[in-house]
């Protein structure tokens, strides 16, 4: 028999669509993922420490610990979760079917909560010092106190890199946004605000090939020059990455609308995509906000948007 709700994905989005279903009595099917996108079972808050934006937490909370809450919270509610990764789909016809590696699902509606993985540059280093003094979100750990006061580098070219630059500004004493090229693609407003920005340096020409530092965290990349090949050492205290995400979406071709960056397309101020009774939260179909708090937000918006329409059907 079909299910009447099947969540792909384990991340706020997926786990807030989870609390609000199950308390819905729809039951909902959580298939939370086995590594999917490289990411562990409750998203890319297992790849961070410490959460300080989330509400109700004024002592922040380490990541992982908060997708375990998340997880119990869902199973206390009646939510049945699978540790396995969804492979493939047809939301051609109801009910809708999906396919693991070891089953065959059928869901009268489906929410997708699929998360992006942040691009990393996979140089010597980064393992070494991910998350003690690397990271992909400036606005999530910018204001740590490891980052406070210190110079910072942001690694990228598009607005988003220039955005992370200026609001690590505001606790660095020092940012150099360092671009493998002679100019950003960034927006001309954006450019001018990184230029302008005295304590922005831009490093053109430039790729960062390792990552250093001592038993506390990093302490400094080597940067090798992309027209001469000379290297050169950086002292630096954190080192972001801009350089993109990539939407978890690869099994959605050809079945949803997705935009030219590969995010699945939602009706504006909904959840809602091409298909009817199929919907999409967190920050599978959000390059903007890309925060946990906005992905449960939508998370919520799916699950009650899902409810509605089952009423209907
Ligand atoms: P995700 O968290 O991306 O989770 C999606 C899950 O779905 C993953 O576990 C994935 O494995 C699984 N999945 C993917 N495909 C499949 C499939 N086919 N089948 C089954 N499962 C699948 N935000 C904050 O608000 N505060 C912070 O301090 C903060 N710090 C961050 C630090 C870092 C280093 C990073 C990378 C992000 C940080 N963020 C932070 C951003 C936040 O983690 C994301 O915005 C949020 O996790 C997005 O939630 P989501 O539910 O959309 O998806």
């Avoid at 204001?143 to 210190?150: C, D, M, S, T, W």
């Amino acid at each position: 028999m079909a299910h009447k709700v099947v969540i792909i994905g384990s991340g706020p989005a997926g786990h807030t669509a989870a609390i609000y279903a199950a308390r819905a009595n729809l039951n909902p099917v959580m298939y939370e993922g086995f590594m999917a996108g490289g990411v562990a079972a409750g998203g890319q808050l297992t790849t961070t420490t410490e959460v300080e934006n989330f509400p109700g937490f004024p002592e922040g909370i380490d990541g992982t610990k908060l997708t375990q809450l998340f997880r119990e919270q869902s199973v206390k509610y009646g939510t049945t979760i699978h540790t396995q990764t969804i492979t493939k789909v047809d939301f051609s016809k109801r009910p809708f079917v999906l396919w693991s590696d070891d089953e065959r699902i059928e869901a009268e509606s489906v929410i997708i909560a699929t998360g992006a993985t942040a691009k990393r540059m996979h140089i010597p280093g980064e393992e070494t010092f991910w998350q003690r003094g690397i990271s992909a979100c400036a606005v999530c750990d910018g204001a740590l106190p490891i980052f406070r006061g210190k110079e910072l580098a942001v690694i990228g070219g598009g607005d988003s890199a220039v955005e992370e630059a200026n609001h690590l500004a505001k606790f660095a004493s020092k940012v150099y946004l360092i671009h493998r090229r002679d100019t950003l693609r960034a927006s001309q407003i954006m450019q001018k605000r990184a230029m302008e920005h005295p304590k922005i340096e831009i490093l053109w020409n430039q790729n960062v090939i390792e990552a250093k530092g001592e038993q506390q965290g990093l302490t400094s990349i080597v940067l090798e020059n992309t027209q001469n090949k000379n290297q050169s050492q950086l002292s630096v205290g954190g080192l972001f990455y801009a350089i993109g995400h990539v939407p978890n979406t690869e099994i959605f071709k050809g079945q949803l609308d997705l935009d030219e960056t590969g995010y699945i397309k939602t009706v504006p101020g909904t959840t809602q995509t091409n298909i009817e009774g199929v919907f999409a939260a967190g920050d599978v179909q959000d390059k903007i906000y890309r925060q946990a708090i906005t992905a449960a937000g939508s998370g919520c918006m799916a699950a009650l948007e899902a409810e509605r329409w089952l009423e209907g059907h």
